[in-house]
């Protein structure tokens, strides 16, 4: 017996607005017929339901079929969507519309301003492939009910995904601007299940707004007002992963006053392909090779580096001691010194802490360090945790500053209410310059400086990627069933199941194991990729004022952690 429904595949073919898509699965079919397995496997799985629309809206595979990114899946998500902002805001609701340069991306966005329009809402659609931080912009710029990302961020090339922001009259509390969370998600996934046929959609031929430069330049100038105007001299090399935050990356900077700022020319335009990374994205071990090598070339001060759609960044600074003469930041490292920044700005304006803090409030995810709240309650700032995402660290109230440890930070909440890759590269290039200029101090040195006060926090992700998701199913409920009884040769103090809740979160799929000396590790699933995370974080006591012996005690700390993890997830 075939493993797909045959009637079920020619009625999708026949209903595909894209001859592409529609021609694939003919191939496919017409080959799984003629008793070839591969092929019948292969529409099984393209068919097996449909691609699910969640708290990260859609991402998924390039290719026809009902559980792939294509045209059909994309005209019905947004007609389940602006069923939800028809009956929350009636007609007349607004919509803006951004893409960034990947495969199907300008397709899916017209697409969607299409079926906004013939559902009698107002689209605007920015005006070519931008940063996924300029649409998030726009929606509370333009005070529109809701935006629409079409981006699979630092995804591999097959993919693509469809993001959806609420604001407007839609969200108006702390969340006016951020990522959907539930009941949302819930509520426009229903109403897609309830679109019997594309075909039924009704797209509009025109009637939708182009945006002009404006928009980039309300951005652009908001960005650079985050920092201090003048020449600043630091010598910085800037990639954009072949992503669309090449250009204004670049102009953000030169408007800030860094006019010497070298690219990387390999990935500098945009590329579907992503020809020089294996995955496009900064967290990936080589993916900022070529940047460090042209860093070596000039003598720069700084590397700094986007993924494909610019809302995350990462960093890099010299180090003498590593072969390739530089160092990658972790992502908690350029969230606390960058924490600290705001915690400064914002001195003494926090009441409380937790669920309880007002004022002025520093957020960050509970997979990332432990380091920010320190930072926070040191300078009477309140302080949040919260689940991992930036849908829910954007949406604590007071926010003035948030960040998790997989390169995101939110550093202008007011008009990004979400993580911005350009604006969080100006305050690190920002107070790079300003150290330099501090008798010739750096960003390491200011990482230091937390270690001598809080004690050195080092935090490093396990990472077990997957072709089999049962396997991420299994590896947690071993760590359920059998427990972690010591890491790295402290016991398990405690143990905390995410699944229930917290008194500070919501429930979720996660794990938080605690030692006596303090180490901690966060296991739970990735959101968007087929991986088990385990969060490990090691805290060390500055000895003496050496902070290398705590770095080199904390480093072999941090890997027992992870080898016992290991064994205890069993996978």
């Not at 160092?327 to 304006?349: F, K, P, W, Y």
């Not at 997979?367 to 604590?396: C, N, P, Y």
Request: a negative charge.
């Amino acid at each position: 017996m075939p493993l797909y429904d045959a009637s079920a595949v020619r009625a999708w073919i026949e209903d595909d607005p894209d001859h592409a898509t529609a021609d694939e699965l003919r191939t496919l079919l017409d080959a799984a017929e003629s008793g070839d397995t591969a092929a019948g496997e292969d529409l099984a799985e393209r068919f097996s339901g449909m691609l699910a629309f969640g708290t990260a809206g859609l991402r998924g595979h390039l290719g026809g079929g009902p559980n792939r990114m294509n045209r059909a899946v994309v005209i019905k998500a947004a007609a389940g969507l602006m069923a939800v902002l028809a009956a929350h805001v009636g007609e007349g609701f607004t919509v803006v519309i951004g893409y960034d340069a990947r495969r199907g991306s300008h397709a899916f966005a017209l697409d969607t301003a299409a079926v906004a329009t013939a559902a009698g809402g107002r689209a605007l659609l920015l005006p070519r492939p931008l940063p996924t931080p300029v649409t998030a912009f726009a929606l509370r710029h333009l005070g529109c009910d809701a935006a629409v990302m079409v981006t699979a961020s630092h995804n591999p090339p097959e993919d693509n995904g469809y993001k959806v922001y609420l604001g407007g009259r839609v969200v108006t509390d702390s969340g006016q601007g951020s990522q959907i969370v539930p009941p949302f998600d819930a509520e426009i996934f229903r109403a897609i299940q309830a679109i019997p046929s594309v075909a039924s959609v009704p797209r509009a031929e025109s009637g939708w707004e182009i945006l002009g430069d404006d928009i980039i330049e309300a951005y652009l100038a908001r960005a650079v007002s985050l920092v201090p105007a003048g020449p600043k001299d630091l010598r910085i090399v800037l990639t954009s992963m072949h992503g669309v935050g090449g250009a204004p990356a670049l102009e953000a900077l030169h408007r800030a006053g860094f006019s010497d700022v070298h690219v990387v020319a390999e990935q500098q335009e945009p590329d579907p392909d992503f020809p020089t990374v294996r995955f496009p994205n900064p967290e990936e071990p080589g993916a900022l090779d070529l940047s460090m090598a042209l860093a070596r070339r000039v003598g720069a001060d700084l590397v700094l580096a986007n993924d494909p759609d610019a809302d995350r960044c990462s960093a890099a600074i010299p180090d003498p001691t590593r072969p390739q003469g530089w160092r990658q930041l972790s992502g908690d490292e350029v969230g606390q010194v960058l924490g600290l920044q705001a915690a400064r700005e914002h001195e003494g304006e926090g009441e409380g802490s937790g669920v309880t803090a007002t004022g002025a409030v520093l957020a960050n995810s509970v997979v990332s360090s432990r380091l920010l709240g320190r930072i926070a309650a040191d300078h009477h700032v309140g302080h949040r945790t919260t689940l991992t995402g930036f849908k829910w660290i954007s949406r604590a109230p007071g926010l003035v500053f948030g960040y998790e440890e997989a390169l995101g930070y939110c550093v202008d909440p007011g008009y990004v209410r979400d993580k911005d890759g350009i604006s969080a590269c100006l305050k690190i290039a920002t107070l790079a310059w300003e150290l330099k200029g501090d008798g010739g101090r750096t960003l390491q040195d200011a990482l230091d400086g937390l270690a001598l006060r809080y004690g050195l926090h080092l935090t490093s992700p396990l990472t077990i990627r997957v072709e089999d998701t049962g396997l991420i199913a299994s590896g947690m409920a071993n760590l359920r069933e059998h427990g972690v009884s010591s890491l790295a040769g402290s016991p398990v103090a405690s143990t905390v199941d995410l699944s229930a809740g917290t008194d500070e979160l919501p429930p979720t799929d996660g794990l938080v194991f605690v030692t006596e000396a303090d180490d901690r590790v966060v296991a739970r699933p990735s959101g968007t990729e087929p991986k088990l995370k385990c969060y490990c974080e090691v805290i060390v006591p500055v000895a003496d004022g050496d902070v290398a012996a705590a770095r080199r005690t904390a480093a072999r700390r941090l890997e027992a952690v992870k080898t016992d993890m290991r064994g205890a997830l069993g996978i």
